[in-house]
Structures are given as structure tokens and as C-alpha cells.
């Protein structure tokens, strides 16, 4: 009786003892007792879950022959937490007709044979397997003292065999010194004792409290690992791929495959194998069977959160509350600081890094084209798992990583799997029915043969099972076979007092957001825990939970269930019977995590505008949302905006009260709200003033000397930034940087602050004053963090672009030579960081007119971002361009117009209305020029103009240069009137 509960956070216990005597005390419990030792547990991230199956065994589950065997199920599926109470009654005992209607009750639970024949009753079989024979539980007894006064039918009958039996059973229990045992007097008195003792039990097992959300995603992960290394069997050549790739060159591999065939179990029984004996440090994320919903920002912060663990990276090892899976709301700052964090270990140990089920991914922000990964430096390897026609395939065949596809198990192999698998639930079949099962062509999925042999093992009626097997085997694609899997439960599960039960069980999963807990879905189906215990039992393969929710383990499932129950019609229905549920929980105070997740969701599923603005104007949910997911937050306001920008007003937080709120806690919210306004572009002045409010806060409320207030000013910093406002993007960094050199000025941070001005200088054309701050950070770096560190190559390789702003070639170069050497040693010579160097000591070279150095550089630099990138790259279009730039300037003027072409392919792509796009047209334009086709050039460079004109505006410096390359096309036409009608607008612009 093996669960992962423990691991996952979990306490499921089942109640034991005799049902109507003892119903008082199970209604006490259920209304008084366990929903504080829910809230209890909820403080230490916990989930508890008492299975109070509320129904007579002897009277409703043994007509169906069922009752014993959902109970000792049950009980696996809940061990090892047990609570047994007694009274005076023994209790009713299994019938010989239910065991005959139910005969492989027999082969599974052997040991229940003895218990049946010596007369047991169903709650002496549940003590004894679930506490007293194996010793092994987290158990309670509570037996009602003698003397209470209970009715007559509440008690066995003085000198019965019954009375002797259950006297057998008090003493067995009160013998053994395993497990507690108390006598109560009151329902009270028994209420007092399982809070204390169910505390007591929480706080041993679970004692640090409330866990990381770093802790709690690694117990998933971990979890999910598990749930996949059962009944496995291994084929030699899927370990030698993954062997042979860990002692290659090859930076990437790809395992693909159909959806079932075994991807994550090959990756979860090779971990398990070779964990241990590996060279180097692994993080494993199971990207579709996780609490980060597949949202590749989580995914990159638990990659950030995780090497910050494993190399130490914290300032406390021990403090993993440090850390927080809620990303960066600027993705490309976040693919940064992964970028500096693979950097800086690279030199190090060797990382493995596997993702399996890319193919998960939430499609948003093209999530798929993975441009959200850094590169991964030499010593980091990667393991990528999707299915073969995904849009990540598509990424990863053009980067030219090794692909290896999974083939199904040869029949031989599926042979043995049947008989394992069967044989792990005392069951078999004949050599001829393993033989047709395994050679069919949809039992070549690992998932789809899985699933026949659950519907086989609970089939009862032995005669009927080659019909039965040639009804699954006349499925004519996987999607039908699982509709008739879909028919079996209906037949099975659907009761008369409830119309409709599995339907709406697994509609209401398929509308929520992430699954529904299973207190939710009782309260939303109104059904009695038995219907659910035994539904559950049947589809447990297909179900998964993640933090505490039920959701669907496949798409196959997934699928089959929409086609089947779902219309726009009923979907609607289900979204209503969520949305009334929430509503009568927040009238009740229960403003959980959980409603914060669901309400909203459900309310711009169901376009419910009005409610969905009112629930988000609640300080407490903005706050809780967008430190969750701002993104998400996010997709709702852009709803609202989208439907009624001048009803639905993010201005109005402005006018919320804040009278239960300290002062920090409000500056804290004004600059989230303010960032949140800014990240999503909406409105720059509007976050500007949610920014000023926390500026003012923070100067009343801790002075102008805090850093707090230090990190308002650089945040109003990069809202004026963001806004094209330079000089104010100075003048607030700078007070922001005064505040840093007083803390002290030999640190990072304010090396960051040193930068921030940098950009600002260099955004105001102001080099030389961009270069010394530039050096500022440079020396900083070169003291706090050597000669040898990837940011020190970065901030040489900065100066060296400022030196080259600045027309100081030869000083350019010895910078940009600095860096590459630094890049060459940590990154080696086939990393995008390295490329970047060969390009710009090419620039430098080009400018210096060495062009055979430049063009030697260049084309160091394309053969990297060609290889790694692919050929639609921007870096790769922008080293194309330079490579054809070089070959002009050669007079090779064929390869310059054959490179410049290159480029503007990739461009196009992208999009037409760019600036770079612009400059791609005027490269070809001016190749043209140099061969004396001007009609050609004139039609290049006007598609420049046209571009520079609509984008950067008629008086922009770049938009008077292409005035002029026109200019002088129609002088050298011998059209002079159109040449000077071109030069007098480049003057213009130009004084302008």
C-alpha cells in the first residue's frame, strides 16, 4: 500500500466504523472538525481530505457486489492515514452473494480470505487491513466509552456472537501499542481529541510550514516521476540514445513520438536508473504534469530558481523562501538573467537540463518558437521531449539538434508488458488473447494498450471477455476507442438519482481552469462521496493532480470528453454552475487562492465583464494575481478594456480605500499596479502617476536616503525611459545611483545603476558621458566578480560599442578582442555570445577599411548563428547584412547583393514596416548604385524612405539620409530637378 500523499502534501484519510450508530459522531466531525484542521493545514501548504463515505455498506454497495472492494481500495488509496471508531456494535458482515458476484476481490486482496472466513465484519476488515495487520499507518483509534447512553438498536445483543466479536476487536485494539487509542463521552470530547491528535500528526510530518513555491513545484515534479516508473519494460536502445548523447559532443537531443508512447516513462525510469552516477547536476521539469499550468515565464524562473540552489548561488542556502516561481514581468530581462546564470556555471559542473512534453507549452507569446530559451553554453546539456508535427519539432529541425524518435515496443515486448501488468492485479490471460492485443496497430500505443488492460481486469464475466476485447479492437482511431472507454464508465457509473453524473463530473473538469479539487466537485454535482470514491477508482489512469486539483492526464481523454459532452450550449452551463459556486463561497468569507484562480477565469470565459471589473477592483485580488501571473491579470483587464475603455478604467485603484492597509503595503501596490501598466504598454503616463504616489509614500514614510525609495526613482526612471523622455530618465536613475554610492559603490547593484545612466547618456547621443559610466561599471565588475566573468566580457564588449560610436576604431577593438577571449574560454567558439564578438570585431575592421579582416571575422560569425539560431534569425539576417556591406565595399558586388538578399528574406518574414527593414533596402539599393543599375537602386531605396517616413517620421536623421542616397540616384539619372527636390528635403530634416 505505497502512495506518494505524503510527498505530496497530502492527508486523505479514511473514517472507519460502523455507520447508523455511529452517525452523530461522523456528522460532528465532518461539520466541526475537520474544516479547521482544513485551514490548519492549508497554513503549511497541506491538502486534507477526509473520506466519509456516508452510505450503509451492508444495505446499498453489496447489492452491486462492490462494497468491500471499494473500501479496501480506498483504504490504498488513502494509506497511511487511518482513524477507526467504535461503538457497541459490531457491524454487518460482506454477504457469500457478494463475493461471488465480485470474485477477484479474492485475487487482489489475498489476505482478506481468512477475515471472510471467520465471519468478519466490514469494519473489523477495514481496521485490520488498514492499521492493525501491517503496522505501517499514521493511525487513531477512538473508541465510545462505556456507559453512554445510546438507543437499543445501537447495540449488539447481550452474550451474541456479535458482542463476543467486537469484544475480540476492542481488545485487539487496545493491545497493540502502535497506534493511539482513546475512549470519548461526547462527540466533544471525541472532536477535541482528532484536532489534537490530527495537529500534532500535521506539525511532525510536515514541520517547516508553509513551503516555497520552489519546494512545492520540485514535489510535483518529483511526484510525476514517480507516478511514471511502475510497470515498465525497458528497451536496451532508448537507454543507449540517452547514454551515448551524455558522453557526445551534441548540446541537444530530441525524443518525439505520438501522444501515449512512452516519452515521459523512458525519461522518468532513466532518471530513476542513472541519478545517482551521473557527472554533474540534472534539473527535470515534466512540463504538461506541473503547477506552472505550461507557462514558459514559470518554467524559466524555476530554471533561474533551481541553478541558484544546486551552485549555491544564494546568500543563504537555507533560505529557499528567497526564491519565487512568480516570473519577471519583462521576459527578455528574465531570458537574460537565465542567460548570466548558465554563464557563470558553465565553468563550473555540468548541468542536464530535460523538458519534457514541450509540446505543453500555453500557446501565448509564440510560446513554441522557444525564443524565450537562452543558448546553452558548453557543459550545459538539454533534453527535449514533443510530438512530431508540433511547432517545437518544427524549431528544433531547424537548429539541427539530434532527433531520436520512440518506436512502440516490438510485439514480443508488448507480450510481456500484458502479463506483467495483469499479473500486478491477479489476473491473466490466455496466450492467444495476449497475442491478439498485442499485434494490433493502435495497442502499439503504450497508453492505448494500458487502458484495454484496466477495462479487461475489471470486467467480471470471464466467458464474455473475447467479446469484449473485439469491441475495443473494432476502434478505428485512438479517439474512438477512448469514446467507447467513455461508454463503459457511463454504463457503469451513471446512477438514477443523478442524471448525468460522469458527464458533468468530467465537463466541469474540462471547463476549469486548471481542475477542480474533489470537495469541489462534490459540492458542484451534489453527489454522495460513493458515486465519486467509485467514478475515481475507474479513470484514475487518466486523471492527475496537480496541487490539489484533478485534471486529465492525456489528450486523448481530453478530447474524447469534448467532442462527447460538450456543446458551446452545455459548456456555457458548466462555466454558470462554477460561477454561482464561487459566489456562494465569497458570501460565506472564503476568499481562498482557489476563488482568486477560478472566479475570474470563469467570468471572462463567460464574458461577464461587469462582475469580472468588480472582483479585479479589490486590492487583495490585484496583488494576489499579478504576483501570480501578470500576464494573466493582464489577459482579463485587456478583456475589459477591449469591451468598454471608458467604463472599464484602470484609474480607478486610485480611488479604492485603503484605510486596512499600512502605507507600505499601499506604496508596494501603487508600483505594482504602476509596472503593470508600463510592462503591458497601455499607458506610460498613467503608470508614471501610480509610480509618483509610491515615490511619495516611500520619501514620507522611510526618507530619501532608503533603498526602497532608491528603487522608486529607478523605476520612474525606466517609465520616462519607456516614454522617450531621456533627460528624465537621467535625472531619476541619478538620484536612485546617489542613494546606492552612499550604501557603498564596490556592488553590483550599483553597477546596474551605472549602466541604466549609460543608456540613458547613449540614448541622448552623449557618448563620452555613456562611455564613463560604462567604465564605472566595468571596474566594478573587474573587483567584485574578475577578469574571467561573462559580465565582465559584457561590459568590455559595451565600451568597446561606445568607443565605436565614437569613431575610436582602434579602442573598440582592443575591447571587443577583451570580451572574446572571456567567451571563447567559458562559451567556446560555437555560442551566440562568441558569434556577437566576431561580428562587431568585423565592424570594427570594416570601419578601420581592413575589409579582408572584416569579412574573415564576419563570416566566423554567420557559420555560429547559422548553426545554432537557424537562417531566420535576426542576428543571423543583421550578420548577413554586414557580410554583404563587406563585399560591396570589395567591389564583389554579385556576393553583396546575394547577402543583402539573404537578409531581407529574413526581415520580411518578421514583418515589412521596420527600421532595420529600411536599412536592408537601402543596402540593396546601394549595391545597385555600385553597379549602375539606378532604376533598380531608386526602387530599393524609395521602399527605405516609405518605411523610414511612416515609422521614424519625415524629420528623423535616418529618414534625411535616405533623402539624400535618392538625391543623389536622380543626379546620377541626370534628373536634377528630382535630385534637388530630395537634397532640399534632407536639408531641412536635418536643420529641423
Known amino acids: 500500500m505505497k502512495t506518494n500523499l505524503i510527498e505530496n502534501r497530502q492527508i486523505r484519510i479514511f473514517i472507519s466504523s460502523t455507520f447508523r450508530d455511529m452517525q452523530s459522531e461522523r456528522n460532528y466531525l465532518v461539520d466541526k472538525i475537520f474544516p479547521t484542521l482544513k ?21 446499498d454497495a453489496s447489492k452491486q457486489g462492490k462494497a468491500l472492494e471499494i473500501c479496501l481500495q480506498e483504504i490504498d488509496n488513502t494509506h497511511p492515514f487511518f482513524i477507526g471508531l467504535l461503538g457497541y456494535r459490531y457491524g454487518s458482515m460482506p454477504s457469500p452473494e457478494e463475493i461471488t458476484k465480485n470474485p477477484q476481490i479474492l485475487e487482489r486482496y489475498s489476505l482478506i480470505k481468512s477475515y471472510l472466513s471467520d465471519g468478519r465484519s466490514f469494519t473489523d476488515i477495514e481496521m485490520q487491513y488498514g492499521a492493525l495487520h501491517f503496522g505501517d499507518a499514521n493511525a487513531y483509534f477512538y473508541l465510545r466509552s462505556p456507559g453512554v447512553v445510546v438507543p437499543k438498536d445501537f447495540k449488539e445483543e447481550a452474550g451474541s456472537k456479535e458482542e463476543s466479536k467486537l469484544n475480540l476487536l476492542k481488545e485487539q485494539i487496545g493491545s497493540q501499542d502502535k497506534y493511539p487509542v482513546r475512549n470519548y463521552t461526547s462527540n466533544e470530547e471525541l472532536g477535541r481529541q482528532v484536532e489534537a491528535d490530527l495537529k500534532e500528526m500535521t506539525d511532525a510530518l510536515f514541520p517547516q510550514g508553509r513551503l516555497s513555491e520552489v519546494e512545492r513545484e520540485r514535489l510535483l515534479q518529483k511526484a510525476f516521476l514517480k507516478s511514471r516508473t511502475g510497470v515498465y519494460i525497458p528497451d536496451p536502445e532508448n537507454d543507449r540514445q540517452l547514454n551515448n548523447f551524455m558522453t557526445d559532443d551534441s548540446s541537444a537531443l530530441v525524443i518525439t513520438g505520438a501522444s501515449g508512447m512512452g516519452k515521459s516513462a523512458l525519461i522518468a525510469n532513466w532518471i530513476t536508473a542513472n541519478e545517482g552516477k551521473m557527472n554533474g547536476k540534472l534539473i527535470y521539469h515534466f512540463v504538461g504534469n506541473s503547477g506552472l499550468e505550461g507557462d514558459y515565464r514559470k518554467i524559466t524562473q524555476r530554471l533561474i530558481n533551481e541553478i541558484k540552489w544546486m551552485y549555491e548561488l544564494l546568500d543563504k542556502k537555507d533560505e529557499l523562501e528567497a526564491l519565487s516561481n512568480t516570473p519577471s514581468v519583462d521576459s527578455d530581462k528574465q531570458k537574460e538573467e537565465l542567460q548570466k546564470l548558465l554563464l557563470s556555471i558553465a565553468v563550473k559542473e555540468p548541468l542536464l537540463i530535460i523538458l519534457d512534453g514541450i509540446n505543453q507549452l500555453a ?56 502479463r506483467i501488468y495483469l499479473k500486478s492485479y491477479g489476473k491473466s490471460l490466455s496466450p492467444v488473447q495476449i497475442k491478439r492485443i498485442a499485434s494490433d496497430k493502435e495497442c502499439e500505443n503504450t497508453l492505448v494498450l494500458r487502458t484495454l488492460l484496466d477495462e479487461l481486469r475489471v470486467f467480471g464475466e470471464h466467458e464474455e471477455i473475447d467479446h469484449r476485447i473485439d469491441d475495443y479492437l473494432s476502434a478505428a482511431s485512438i479517439l474512438l476507442f477512448f469514446d467507447k472507454v467513455l461508454t463503459r464508465i457511463e454504463s457503469s457509473y451513471n446512477y438514477n438519482d443523478i442524471t448525468n453524473f460522469v458527464g458533468d463530473v468530467f465537463s466541469l473538469i474540462a471547463v476549469s481552469r486548471a481542475g477542480l479539487s474533489e470537495t469541489e466537485l462534490l459540492k458542484l454535482t451534489g453527489a454522495p462521496p460513493l458515486y465519486w470514491v467509485q467514478l475515481y477508482h475507474a479513470v484514475a489512469s ?97 478583456a475589459l478594456i477591449n469591451e468598454n475603455k471608458e467604463k472599464y478604467q484602470l484609474r480607478m485603484y486610485l480611488e479604492l480605500k485603503t484605510n486596512n492597509w499600512e502605507e507600505r503595503d499601499i506604496a508596494g501596490l501603487y508600483n505594482n499596479i504602476g509596472n503593470f501598466i508600463g510592462e503591458l504598454s497601455w499607458d506610460d503616463s498613467l503608470a508614471l502617476e501610480y509610480k509618483m504616489k509610491n515615490l511619495a509614500i516611500n520619501e514620507r514614510v522611510l526618507g530619501t536616503n532608503h533603498p526602497d525609495t532608491a528603487t522608486s526613482y529607478n523605476s520612474i526612471g525606466t517609465t520616462y525611459y519607456s516614454m522617450g523622455n531621456y533627460p528624465k530618465a537621467l535625472e531619476y536613475h541619478l538620484k536612485a545611483l546617489a542613494i546606492c554610492e552612499r550604501v557603498g559603490t564596490d556592488h553590483p547593484t550599483t553597477a546596474t545603476f551605472y549602466n541604466n545612466i549609460g543608456l540613458a547618456y547613449d540614448s541622448m547621443r552623449d557618448y563620452p558621458k555613456a562611455l564613463e559610466y560604462h567604465l564605472k561599471a566595468l571596474a566594478i565588475r573587474e573587483h567584485v566578480l574578475g577578469n574571467r566573468h561573462p559580465h565582465t566580457a559584457n561590459s568590455y564588449n559595451n565600451i568597446g560599442l561606445a568607443y565605436n560610436s565614437m569613431k575610436g576604431y582602434p579602442k573598440a577593438l582592443e575591447y571587443y578582442l577583451k570580451a572574446l577571449d572571456i567567451r571563447e574560454r567559458i562559451l567556446g567558439n560555437r555560442h551566440p555570445r562568441t558569434a556577437n564578438s566576431y561580428n562587431n570585431i568585423g565592424l570594427a575592421y570594416d570601419y578601420m ?48 547583393l546575394e547577402y543583402h538578399l539573404k537578409a531581407l528574406a529574413i526581415c520580411e518574414r518578421v514583418g515589412t514596416d521596420h527600421p532595420t527593414t529600411a ?49 543623389y540616384i536622380y543626379e546620377s539619372m541626370g534628373n536634377h530637378s528630382k535630385a534637388s527636390e530630395y537634397y532640399l528635403k534632407a536639408l531641412a530634416a536635418r536643420r529641423r
Open 542 to 638: 487518466h486523471l492527475t493532480v496537480k496541487n490539489g486539483l484533478i485534471t486529465f492526464s492525456h489528450s486523448y481523454f481530453r478530447e474524447s470528453i469534448l467532442k462527447r459532452y460538450l456543446s458551446p450550449q452545455n459548456e456555457q452551463t458548466y462555466r454558470n454552475r462554477i460561477v454561482a459556486y464561487c459566489e456562494k463561497e465569497l458570501l460565506q468569507g472564503n476568499s481562498s487562492s482557489r476563488i482568486y484562480d477560478e472566479f475570474p477565469y470563469q467570468l471572462h470565459q463567460s464574458h461577464r465583464y461587469e462582475r469580472l471589473y468588480s472582483f479585479l477592483l479589490n486590492f487583495g485580488v490585484f496583488d494576489y494575481i499579478n504576483n501570480k501571473d501578470i500576464y494573466e491579470l493582464g489577459k482579463y483587464w485587456r
Open 39 to 59: 485551514r490548519y493545514c492549508q497554513e503549511r501548504d497541506v491538502t486534507l481530505i477526509e473520506l466519509d463515505l456516508r452510505w450503509g455498506i451492508s444495505e
Open 849 to 896: 577599411r581592413d575589409y579582408p579582416k572584416a569579412l574573415e571575422f564576419y563570416l566566423k560569425a554567420i557559420a555560429i548563428y547559422e548553426r545554432v539560431l537557424g537562417t531566420e534569425h535576426s542576428h543571423t539576417a543583421n550578420s548577413y547584412n554586414n557580410i554583404g556591406s563587406t563585399y560591396n565595399s570589395i567591389g564583389n558586388y554579385p556576393k553583396a
Open 919 to 967: 536599412t536592408f533596402y537601402n543596402n540593396i539599393g546601394s549595391v545597385y548604385k555600385s553597379m549602375g543599375d539606378y532604376p533598380k537602386a531608386l526602387e530599393y531605396l524609395l521602399k527605405a524612405l516609405a518605411i523610414c517616413e511612416r515609422v521614424l517620421g519625415t524629420d528623423h536623421f535616418t529618414t534625411a539620409m535616405f533623402h539624400s542616397n535618392i538625391g
Open 363 to 418: 500557446e501565448r507569446d509564440n510560446a513554441k518558437l522557444l525564443t524565450w530559451l537562452p543558448t546553452f553554453p558548453q557543459n550545459v546539456k538539454v533534453i527535449y521531449s514533443t510530438l512530431p508535427n508540433d511547432a517545437t519539432m518544427t524549431v528544433f529541425k531547424r537548429r539541427g539538434y539530434d532527433v531520436f524518435t520512440l518506436q512502440p515496443l516490438d510485439v514480443e515486448k508488448r507480450e510481456e508488458l500484458i
